[in-house]
């Protein structure tokens, strides 16, 4: 999974089949080709137009997440527990930028760009006080922030709307007239435009997530995740990096936040920003792999795949072959949903604690320390 | 004032409560560095066995004396149940970790969690349940003017005494000097003969006990119980064992009460729905400016 191809990978590829020659480009360039085949897909696939295409943006939208959330606990090896609070405060910021009931009313791009910037900005204010704590203390803060949060939400009527939450939010460019049709229609008839602003944002952050990575901040998170005490003995000033890890992860749980609430038109409930989406999230980082951006995107696709795909074709199989006819829960496959989730954290922890698809650092790292 | 201590006396039996939680919390973390998420769901499992066994023995219709001797029977069976569980755990789980990165054990006790949530889902089904009224609901201090009901009586009467035996336990015997010789380090404590392992197993087991018996003692007091209890009770609880210092004993009873009161009174003053915004705020405060607790030692990070 390196990103420049070696040279024995070059001339393999020039002396070998067109076949071989073909994976080895897929392998080298799985980005672009993934990219590719997901722009085309709504055009080829008619079932993307309709509520398949509303599932895929928020595939991606929790993809964002995902990779927001990386950078704390992948990059710089910070247990996150609360990283659905930031998505949340995302998402309400946005609402509160452009629902008709403030008199904000932003358009689009300045009101996610405004509550992406406001999120990182409550990142900095958590994070400052509490990241002189030890590892498992930070996470706890975050977990209790998390709840905060989430109550804060539910109680606070006045503004959040309570369990109603606050809508509509408009979509984007609603009013902006392209060629006599209304981009905000558009996008409020067709979920394919979700679709492609979703993909292209996906696209824009892990090219960036990309830099970051190989950038001289990127390298300093890692320097801290493996040993701060050394990174600061090189000049390294671990406190101002861990901090620019939990702005950078606010600010794309922000981002995530501000899309979730446009493509749905609705910022939910606050039960959808809980402690169990935050763990979600966590999850598919850990199985893809910490620190690893195809990993996570990866990490993502297994469980919003388990949920929406696996999990209902296998209750719809167990229906068809009637081996519940008493509709046990028990026989149900959704039903062991949780202890599924619980058993793969555990054997990934135990086997390939790296993950499915680990980056290089983290693999050489966890070995080295079970040796 | 009449009110005041009432809402004091309520914060003080919901207190023990969240310190018998607490405990297990704080003897995990104290031995292997290891916040044990699954503790919380571990006690909402006991919760379901004390309600399966109560409907299996009838429990709902005896009366007098036999009710107080099936409850000590619930709180010994559960206890057994939950400490049991909490040593298989540890062996199956834990201990092929104990040299990993500390994500590893943390996530895995976050795995365990959701598993033991699924069997409690099967267990108890989606809904919450009520656990009966065994217990007779004759107010002891009608002449104050204050509500205290056997129930009240009951979380006291088990609690102490347990408490007491937990110190007796740690302070006192070969078991508790080896735990807090494992809890100090680890590698010494193997170098002087120590079966760190058993030792650890040991601490499982106690914690488990523990958590077991508050099982039974929540379902009694609290009368409802449902498969997500887990997770809320065990995010209390964890804040009373950091707020107390956490790995110290007598702190998660202090934290237990503390965080018992503030429930109370904030429930009372403040309203219900801003409860768990407070104890958590409260948890944050408590980390950023005293991360050792208020009984706690500071710790130092080593090399």
């Given at each position: 999974m390196t990103t420049s191809p070696s040279p024995d990978v070059l001339t393999d590829a020039t002396t070998a089949s067109p076949r071989d020659r073909l994976l080895a480009f897929v392998r080298e360039r799985w980005d672009l080709v993934a990219l590719v085949a997901l722009a085309v897909a709504p055009l080829v696939v008619p079932a993307l137009g309709g509520a398949l295409g509303g599932q895929v943006t928020t595939l991606f939208v929790y993809c964002i997440l995902a990779l927001g959330l990386n950078v704390?606990?992948?990059?710089?090896?910070?247990?996150?527990?609360?990283?659905?609070?930031?998505?949340?405060?995302?998402?309400?910021?946005?609402?509160?930028?452009?629902?008709?009931?403030?008199?904000?009313?932003?358009?689009?791009?300045?009101?996610?760009?405004?509550?992406?910037?406001?999120?990182?900005?409550?990142?900095?204010?958590?994070?400052?006080?509490?990241?002189?704590?030890?590892?498992?203390?930070?996470?706890i803060v975050t977990l209790g922030f998390g709840e905060v949060v989430k109550v804060t939400l539910r109680n606070l009527e006045q503004i959040t709307g309570g369990m109603k939450g606050l809508n509509p939010v408009p979509p984007p460019g609603a009013g902006?007239?392209?060629?006599?049709?209304?981009?905000?229609?558009?996008?409020?008839?067709?979920?394919?435009?979700?679709?492609?602003?979703?993909?292209?944002?996906?696209?824009g952050v892990v090219v960036a997530m990309r830099r970051l990575e190989n950038s001289r901040l990127g390298r300093a998170w890692v320097a801290v995740r493996e040993d701060e005490l050394a990174a600061e003995a090189m000049g390294v000033s671990a406190t101002r990096v861990k901090l620019s890890a939990f702005a950078m992860s606010s600010a794309v749980a922000g981002l995530a936040g501000c899309l979730y609430a446009a493509s749905l038109s609705t910022t939910a409930d606050p039960n959808a920003y809980d402690f169990n989406r935050s763990i979600m999230v966590l999850c598919a980082v850990i199985l893809g792999g910490l620190g690893s951006i195809p990993g996570t995107l990866l990490g993502v696709a297994l469980l919003v795949g388990f949920d929406t795909v696996l999990a209902p074709w296998a209750d719809s199989a167990i229906q068809q072959w009637n081996i519940n006819p008493s509709g046990s829960s028990l026989l149900s496959f959704s039903g062991w949903r949780l202890a599924i989730f619980g058993l793969a954290l555990i054997l990934v922890m135990r086997y390939r604690p790296e993950g499915l698809v680990p980056s290089r650092r983290m693999a050489a790292e966890l070995h080295e320390a079970h040796a | 004032m009449t009110f005041f201590l009432q809402q004091c006396l309520i914060g003080l039996t919901n207190g023990a409560l969240v310190a018998m939680v607490a405990l297990g919390y704080t003897m995990v973390y104290g031995i292997i560095r290891l916040i044990n998420f699954a503790h919380g769901d571990l006690i909402m499992l006991g919760a379901c066995l004390a309600l399966t066994l109560v409907s299996a023995l009838g429990m709902a219709g005896w009366t007098g004396a036999a009710t107080w001797l099936g409850v000590a029977l619930l709180v010994l069976l559960c206890g057994l149940f939950c400490g049991g569980l909490n040593v298989a755990v540890d062996r199956i789980v834990y201990r092929p970790l104990r040299t990993a990165p500390k994500l590893a054990p943390l996530v895995s006790a976050i795995g365990v969690s959701f598993i033991f949530m699924n069997v409690g889902l099967f267990w108890l089904g989606p809904a919450d349940r009520s656990f009966p009224e065994l217990l007779p609901a004759r107010n002891l201090l009608a002449g104050e003017g204050l509500q205290f009901t056997a129930k009240d009586l009951l979380v006291i009467v088990v609690v102490v005494p347990l408490m007491i035996a937990l110190s007796v336990l740690?302070?006192?015997?070969?078991?508790?000097?080896?735990?807090?010789?494992?809890?100090?380090?680890?590698?010494?404590?193997?170098?002087?003969?120590?079966?760190?392992?058993?030792?650890?197993?040991?601490?499982?087991?106690?914690?488990?006990?523990?958590?077991?018996?508050?099982?039974?003692?929540?379902?009694?007091?609290?009368?409802?119980?449902?498969?997500?209890?887990?997770?809320?009770?065990?995010?209390?609880?964890?804040?009373?064992?950091?707020?107390?210092?956490?790995?110290?004993?007598?702190?998660?009873?202090?934290?237990?009460?503390?965080?018992?009161?503030?429930?109370?009174?904030?429930?009372?003053?403040?309203?219900?729905?801003?409860?768990?915004?407070?104890?958590?705020?409260?948890?944050?405060?408590?980390?950023?400016?005293?991360?050792?607790?208020?009984?706690?030692?500071?710790?130092?990070?080593?090399?």
């Amino acid at each position: 999974m390196t990103t420049s191809p070696s040279p024995d990978v070059l001339t393999d590829a020039t002396t070998a089949s067109p076949r071989d020659r073909l994976l080895a480009f897929v392998r080298e360039r799985w980005d672009l080709v993934a990219l590719v085949a997901l722009a085309v897909a709504p055009l080829v696939v008619p079932a993307l137009g309709g509520a398949l295409g509303g599932q895929v943006t928020t595939l991606f939208v929790y993809c964002i997440l995902a990779l927001g959330l990386n950078v704390m606990v992948g990059y710089t090896g910070l247990v996150h527990l609360g990283i659905a609070a930031f998505f949340g405060i995302g998402a309400y910021l946005f609402a509160i930028l452009t629902v008709p009931m403030y008199p904000f009313q932003m358009r689009f791009v300045t009101a996610a760009a405004v509550s992406a910037l406001a999120t990182a900005g409550i990142g900095l204010a958590l994070g400052a006080p509490t990241l002189r704590l030890r590892g498992d203390y930070l996470a706890i803060v975050t977990l209790g922030f998390g709840e905060v949060v989430k109550v804060t939400l539910r109680n606070l009527e006045q503004i959040t709307g309570g369990m109603k939450g606050l809508n509509p939010v408009p979509p984007p460019g609603a009013g902006l007239k392209i060629g006599g049709t209304d981009l905000g229609l558009a996008f409020a008839i067709d979920p394919r435009w979700f679709y492609y602003l979703a993909l292209l944002t996906l696209a824009g952050v892990v090219v960036a997530m990309r830099r970051l990575e190989n950038s001289r901040l990127g390298r300093a998170w890692v320097a801290v995740r493996e040993d701060e005490l050394a990174a600061e003995a090189m000049g390294v000033s671990a406190t101002r990096v861990k901090l620019s890890a939990f702005a950078m992860s606010s600010a794309v749980a922000g981002l995530a936040g501000c899309l979730y609430a446009a493509s749905l038109s609705t910022t939910a409930d606050p039960n959808a920003y809980d402690f169990n989406r935050s763990i979600m999230v966590l999850c598919a980082v850990i199985l893809g792999g910490l620190g690893s951006i195809p990993g996570t995107l990866l990490g993502v696709a297994l469980l919003v795949g388990f949920d929406t795909v696996l999990a209902p074709w296998a209750d719809s199989a167990i229906q068809q072959w009637n081996i519940n006819p008493s509709g046990s829960s028990l026989l149900s496959f959704s039903g062991w949903r949780l202890a599924i989730f619980g058993l793969a954290l555990i054997l990934v922890m135990r086997y390939r604690p790296e993950g499915l698809v680990p980056s290089r650092r983290m693999a050489a790292e966890l070995h080295e320390a079970h040796a | 004032m009449t009110f005041f201590l009432q809402q004091c006396l309520i914060g003080l039996t919901n207190g023990a409560l969240v310190a018998m939680v607490a405990l297990g919390y704080t003897m995990v973390y104290g031995i292997i560095r290891l916040i044990n998420f699954a503790h919380g769901d571990l006690i909402m499992l006991g919760a379901c066995l004390a309600l399966t066994l109560v409907s299996a023995l009838g429990m709902a219709g005896w009366t007098g004396a036999a009710t107080w001797l099936g409850v000590a029977l619930l709180v010994l069976l559960c206890g057994l149940f939950c400490g049991g569980l909490n040593v298989a755990v540890d062996r199956i789980v834990y201990r092929p970790l104990r040299t990993a990165p500390k994500l590893a054990p943390l996530v895995s006790a976050i795995g365990v969690s959701f598993i033991f949530m699924n069997v409690g889902l099967f267990w108890l089904g989606p809904a919450d349940r009520s656990f009966p009224e065994l217990l007779p609901a004759r107010n002891l201090l009608a002449g104050e003017g204050l509500q205290f009901t056997a129930k009240d009586l009951l979380v006291i009467v088990v609690v102490v005494p347990l408490m007491i035996a937990l110190s007796v336990l740690v302070k006192s015997t070969r078991l508790g000097k080896a735990m807090r010789a494992v809890s100090q380090d680890p590698t010494a404590a193997a170098l002087v003969g120590i079966d760190v392992d058993r030792v650890i197993a040991a601490t499982f087991f106690v914690g488990g006990f523990l958590g077991g018996a508050a099982s039974v003692i929540y379902g009694l007091y609290i009368n409802t119980i449902g498969f997500q209890m887990g997770f809320q009770n065990g995010l209390y609880a964890f804040t009373a064992a950091v707020l107390g210092g956490i790995g110290s004993i007598p702190g998660a009873v202090v934290g237990g009460v503390v965080i018992g009161l503030v429930r109370a009174l904030s429930s009372a003053y403040v309203g219900e729905r801003w409860t768990g915004a407070i104890v958590f705020a409260i948890l944050i405060v408590i980390l950023v400016f005293r991360p050792e607790g208020l009984l706690g030692r500071g710790t130092k990070e080593k090399v």
